[in-house]
């Protein structure tokens, strides 16, 4: 929990984790779905929070946190403030994804709990996760090793319960994140394929299928009910702000040096000190999302227990679902992927931008492989394997972004102490620089959080998508604000007189004033 979250420790919860902008959203997100809860104005219809105002259904432009809420509205009941809500939400989510997979490692895979508890660690801190840091729903990953451990348990012992299980974990999946859902869904289809082909397997899916048919239709669809709820909110987004450009996903496919790549952020990176010493101008590996990489030594240890495990049946059969999904997924070159051609045939494929997140599934199977070689080696030289242990568990170290939650607060407080009760809706535009180094993002989401002081909608918004005729995402000026407000309000027959406009200068600025 140090490793990931010690910016928030050791600032007392002064920090947040993430940065100024998805962070921020996503915690906005949680923070709507509290007052949903609530059924507070404005908050009533949980796909349409109050902002791009009158915009509706603007909550599927993103995930919608549903399943996620849970663990953010009793701290927000118990009187904590959002953003430290979001952090202890956060902190649940941790330890929640450290022990489903302790529990799936100890009693289905039978590793012991040592070899349990690197397992853990590995799925839950591993750095392709710990990049992630701004983005909560991508921690939230406990849902789908619920669906294995009952799916697991389901062909040992064919009873209803783990039918129920496995279907509410894949619903709450895709309510958590649409896209550590989808990863699952295809890989349980993936893996499903690789299953027939085996005769054993085959005939234990076909008993399974007789013993609890009933029970195994039933929950289906009450899954593919709620599943499909989901998936039209998420079709009338992408019809009004249209799909994912065929440039946005060429961007996301993963690199061969991709899953190599450690990240300028990572504590312990070769190319990283050649660089401070001079000896590199720059860093030429992937960086950002693109950096998948566990370290040297952890993905020795992933290969070895693989090898060891090499002769297993299952073993077999679910590296092969994993090598299919990274051969498709994967690039070898710039603009040469399987996938480029495939995504337009794989169900919601297309709404998927960030392919490279496909990682933290892959950390499922690496986790377990590596245990597996730690477990192996500790029964022979029991010291090496602790230290061996412990190398890997640095290897995932990295620099973690937080904000301050203090500058945040005033930044907001003081945008919302200028915008009238009576006013329908604000919107808030830039003349000039802003001041402090912020950019339109960062006064957009200070516009939303605003709108949560107030109880006033905003036509801000900032979210994974822009509704078609929205023309505020500049930072100049705006001579012009006048005529796109009429031109975004004028299909909705509102008029711009109860739309309260905020012009912000730079602080200081002759001749201006700061509203």
């Known amino acids: 929990m140090l490793l990931a979250f010690s910016p928030v420790f050791f600032s007392g919860f002064g920090r947040v984790p993430g940065d100024l902008g998805d962070a921020r959203l996503i915690n906005y997100l949680l923070e709507h779905s509290w007052r949903w809860l609530l059924r507070q104005p404005h908050h009533e219809d949980l796909w349409s929070p109050p902002f791009f105002y009158p915009a509706s259904n603007v909550g599927a432009y993103s995930d919608v946190l549903l399943s996620v809420g849970p663990l953010y509205w009793p701290w927000r009941a118990a009187g904590v403030a959002p953003e430290v809500a979001f952090s202890l939400c956060f902190l649940t989510l941790a330890s929640l994804n450290y022990l489903t997979m302790y529990l799936f490692a100890a009693r289905c895979v039978r590793l012991v709990p040592v070899a349990s508890a690197f397992a853990a660690f590995l799925f839950a801190f591993a750095s392709p ?173 992933v290969f070895l227990g693989i090898w060891r495990l090499r002769r297993r049946r299952l073993v077999a059969v679910l590296l092969g679902a994993a090598l299919t999904l990274l051969i498709c997924m994967t690039a070898v070159a710039p603009d040469v992927s399987l996938w480029q051609y495939l995504y337009p045939f794989v169900p919601a494929a297309s709404a998927v931008r960030a392919l490279v997140r496909v990682a933290l599934l892959m950390l499922i199977p690496a986790s377990l492989c590596a245990a597996w070689a730690v477990q192996e080696l500790a029964t022979r030289k029991p010291r090496l394997a602790l230290v061996v242990a412990l190398l890997c568990v640095l290897e995932q170290g990295r620099s973690l972004g937080a904000y301050d939650r203090a500058a945040h607060r005033h930044d907001v407080l003081e945008l919302a102490a200028a915008v009238p009760t009576d006013c329908r809706a604000f919107l808030v535009v830039a003349v000039g620089p802003l001041p402090g180094g912020k950019d339109g993002t960062d006064l957009r989401l200070d516009a939303m959080w605003a709108s949560l002081e107030t109880g006033v909608p905003t036509v801000n918004g900032y979210s994974g998508r822009i509704p078609p005729g929205w023309e505020f995402d500049d930072l100049p000026a705006a001579s012009d604000v006048d005529d796109r407000l009429k031109r975004w309000l004028g299909p909705h027959r509102l008029s711009v007189h109860r739309v309260s406009v905020f012009r912000i200068y730079v602080i200081g600025e002759p001749g201006r004033q700061r509203p």
């Not at 054993?200 to 029970?215: H, K, N, P």
């Not at 990572?266 to 950002?288: I, M």
Request: hydrophobic letters at 55%; a positive charge.
């Open 129 to 301: 996760r710990l990049m992630q840091i701004s983005h909560l729903q991508l921690h939230a990953h406990f849902y789908t090793l619920l669906s294995l451990y009952a799916l697991f348990r389901l062909l040992q012992e064919p009873a209803g319960r783990w039918v129920a299980l496995f279907f509410g974990g894949v619903v709450g999946q895709f309510y958590a994140s649409f896209y550590l859902g989808w990863f699952l869904g295809l890989a349980l289809a993936v893996c499903l394929v690789w299953a027939l082909a085996v005769p054993e397997y085959r005939t234990r899916l076909w008993d399974v299928v007789r013993a609890r048919r009933w029970v195994l239709g039933f929950w289906g669809l009450l899954a593919a009910l709620a599943v499909g709820d989901l998936a039209r909110h998420y079709l009338l987004a992408a019809h009004t702000a249209g799909y994912q450009s065929d440039e946005l996903v060429r961007w996301g496919i993963p690199f061969v040096t991709s899953w190599w790549s450690r990240g300028q952020e990572s504590w312990f990176n070769l190319t990283n000190a050649l660089v401070a010493l001079g000896l590199l101008d720059r860093n030429p590996w992937p960086k950002g999302e693109h950096a998948l990489g566990l370290g040297p030594i952890t993905y020795a240890v």
